[in-house]
């Protein structure tokens, strides 16, 4: 009952004298219960503005005034009570951004559909998959699964055991049944999911054919073995799958350590290169040197966290297979050289990154060479193939066998001596040495004598557009000693650096801090001695509602990024999805985005190279465009910004979507809102076009 005195005062009246509270108990009283729900609400007394809207019969009003007076708990109540329109509800709850309620009501409604999206966007990617399954869309659900088992979407060993169960269930349901049982096992090492993943290890094993272990499983449960599961003949025309996940496309390459694979990942629909190492008798079985040398090659790939690192994806030991991701533009050993001193310049930078950034690791790398530098679609250089990797140790030699490709062995390499980083830089030299000049330094065959005692002969002489600088590195680089070449990764990108030719054109060229004379102060001495930030040199270049973006030179990756500090209160829950998901995406035409400090809330992106896109570049614009939103879409993620002034475009590096400096996220953007705005910048692009 409110208590108030009696007015002769209209409600207008009283509104006119400032005195709401009053005005809106005298709408009440008066039996305007919708107008005093307003009054109330204007005055943010939102309980009472509630009550009214409920006296008023407006049960969607309601349901927002007991959000906004911090009760969401009653608002779900009353959006699943009898008596209210429990769709529109749901979407009253989904735009208060209550997504995880709104989705458990849209599920309840059989919306399952809108249920599956709407638990993405709460942040509830387990119960996302559950629905997706309901509706048959496993491969959605499965790659959803898959980020929570890897630790990505999970934050306790319950979860990732629950995922683990789905995963295996789902995988079991696609004929995957390799996977599924791996899936499976992990779910049985959990209390909380074991009585229900056991039982259904021992149908994927008699799927496999392995009568004997599917029995095995069996008896452990207490049943008979699984008789009617077990395979019938072979009848499938389609190709077999490896590891029950991969299906192979094409034989990409072969070697004497095995067979490269382009393969279609059934579960994420991606394509990868499937490395499948041949275990055969001898120094090939799985306890011989050649394998141990292939898992300790993963173990340090996958490690190795670096863009001018090619990724692993997945490691199959038991099966003696490794996936990484695709190199889209083939190998160094594709491209027939000569090839422009510039375009040697940029590859020759991207690899001394990568390699610095094993080096630094204490990993050898050990058969650097053409086949083993592999290039993105937009022709980033990554080292791949560690398959003869080992750590650092300066007191070891080498035992056995030879190990690489002998005509790009290092002396000592050959010799059996010692190993350091000078190795790799002997055989980098050997490597750009044959992108300058299309032929190696020495041609064999007798490669053993040559790289033990022939000068090799100056690039300039057999390739007059090699600039002589480059004549002078390279000397230094195939020195004979290791002592006399350049002592690290680093020192020789400084001098790449330096050499004259056309390369990439930069994004900014900043000074680096001068050294302190000898007779500097004390104090600037010890400045000099203090820690020095990982970014260099940091320039601002504009901001936004949200963040101020600058320019800088990162110390580690010598190379030069964008970094977006956000200000307090962004990125918001939206926008930090969509980070994460165009961190994700993994595809050359989307902007890298390289770390983020959720605690400092501070990304870091790479340089874009490109000028605004024209008419002229509209085909390749629109192919480029369209493979960035697939990949966008494919990790469900939504750009929602773009715009001509968010498009670069570059001839050798091709379009580059930007990341950086984007407006805060619609949560409501979807990939057809990407598509519409990409097919309205290239009608732009044509309409601004000169006639004729």
Same mark, same amino acid.
């Given at each position: 009952?409110? !208590? ?153 060993a319950e979860e990732r055991a629950a995922a683990q169960l789905a995963l295996g269930r789902i995988l079991a349901r696609l004929g995957h !049944?390799?996977?599924?049982?791996? !899936? ?81 990942? &059934? ?57 990484? &991701? ?12 000569p090839l422009p001193p510039g375009r040697v310049r940029r590859i020759a930078l991207d690899v001394l990154a990568g390699l610095g950034h ?75 040495? &044959? ?15 040559? !790289? ?111 970094? &977006? ?73 939504v750009h929602g910004a773009v715009a001509a002034a968010r498009v670069l475009y570059d001839e050798q590096a091709g379009t580059t979507l ?35």
């Open positions: 009952m409110y !208590h108030f005195r009696r007015l002769d005062a209209t409600v207008d009246e009283l509104l006119a004298q400032g005195r709401h509270a009053d005005a809106a108990a005298a709408a009440r009283a008066a039996g305007d219960a919708a107008r005093a729900a307003t009054i109330y609400a204007q005055i943010w007394d939102f309980r009472r503005a509630a009550e009214c809207a409920l006296e008023a019969g407006d049960r969607l009003a309601a349901i927002a005034h007991l959000i906004d007076a911090k009760a969401p708990g009653e608002a779900v109540l009353l959006a699943d009570t009898e008596g209210t329109d429990r769709a529109a509800a749901a979407s009253l709850l989904a735009a208060r951004r209550l997504f995880g309620p709104a989705a458990a009501l849209l599920e309840k409604l059989g919306e399952r559909e809108r249920a599956a999206e709407v638990f993405q966007r709460a942040g509830q990617p387990a119960d996302a998959a559950r629905v997706l399954e309901d509706l048959g869309r496993l491969r959605e659900a499965g790659r959803l699964l898959e980020r929570i088992a890897a630790g990505e979407a999970a934050t306790t !049944h390799e996977e599924a049982v791996r !899936h499976l096992q992990e779910a049985s090492r959990h209390e909380s999911t074991r009585a229900r993943a056991l039982p259904l290890i021992a149908p994927e094993l008699a799927a496999l054919g392995w009568s004997h272990a599917a029995a095995e499983a069996a008896r452990g449960l207490g049943g008979a073995p699984p008789v009617a599961l077990l395979p019938a003949a072979p009848g499938d025309a389609e190709t077999p799958l490896i590891g029950g996940r991969y299906r192979p496309l094409r034989l990409l390459g072969a070697g004497a350590a095995g067979r490269v694979f382009l393969c279609r990942d &059934e579960v994420s629909g991606a394509e990868v290169a499937l490395k499948l190492f041949t275990v055969v008798g001898g120094a090939g079985t799985q306890g011989g040197d050649s394998y141990r040398r292939f898992l300790r090659e993963a173990e340090i790939w996958r490690r190795a966290h670096h863009p001018n690192i090619l990724r692993i994806l997945d490691l199959r030991p038991d099966l003696g297979f490794l996936v990484t &991701e695709l190199a889209e533009g083939g190998t160094l050993a594709d491209r027939r050289g094993a080096h630094d690791r204490g990993v050898v790398h050990r058969d650097v060479k053409p086949a083993n530098v592999f290039l993105d679609g937009r022709g980033v250089a990554k080292l791949g193939d560690f398959g003869v990797a080992h750590l650092l140790d300066l007191g070891a030699t080498q035992t056995g066998a030879l190990i690489g490709t002998l005509a790009y062995m290092s002396p000592e390499q050959i010799t059996g001596a010692p190993l350091g980083a000078a190795a790799d830089l002997y055989a980098l030299g050997v490597t750009f040495f &044959e992108a300058l000049t299309g032929r190696r330094p020495f041609l064999g065959p007798d490669f053993i004598a040559q !790289h033990l005692g022939e000068p090799p002969p100056r690039a300039a002489e057999l390739e007059p557009a090699v600039p002589p600088a480059w004549d002078l590195l390279l000397g230094d680089l195939l020195a004979k000693d290791p002592a006399a070449r350049p002592g690290s990764a680093a020192e020789v990108a400084e001098r790449v650096r330096a050499l004259e030719g056309p390369g990439p054109r930069p994004i900014l060229t900043l000074p680096r801090p001068p050294t302190p004379p000898a007779d500097a102060p004390p104090e600037r001495a010890a400045a000099e001695a203090e820690p020095r930030s990982r970014y260099e040199g940091e320039t601002p270049i504009g901001e936004t509602p949200t963040a101020r973006l600058s320019r800088a030179v990162d110390r580690a990756l010598e190379r030069t990024v964008v970094i &977006e500090r956000f200000v307090d209160g962004a990125p918001d829950a939206a926008s930090e999805r969509r980070l994460f998901g165009l961190a994700a995406a993994g595809t050359p035409f989307v902007q890298r985005v390289l770390s983020y400090d959720r605690t400092a809330r501070v990304a870091v992106y790479e340089a874009p190279v490109g000028d605004p896109a024209t008419a002229a570049a509209i085909p390749r614009l629109a192919a480029e465009l369209t493979r960035a939103l697939t990949a966008l879409a494919e990790v469900g993620c930007l990341a950086a400096g984007l407006p805060a996220a619609d949560p409501a953007a979807t990939t057809d809102d990407d598509a519409r705005a990409v097919a309205e910048l290239l009608t732009g692009l044509r309409a601004d076009a000169p006639s004729g």
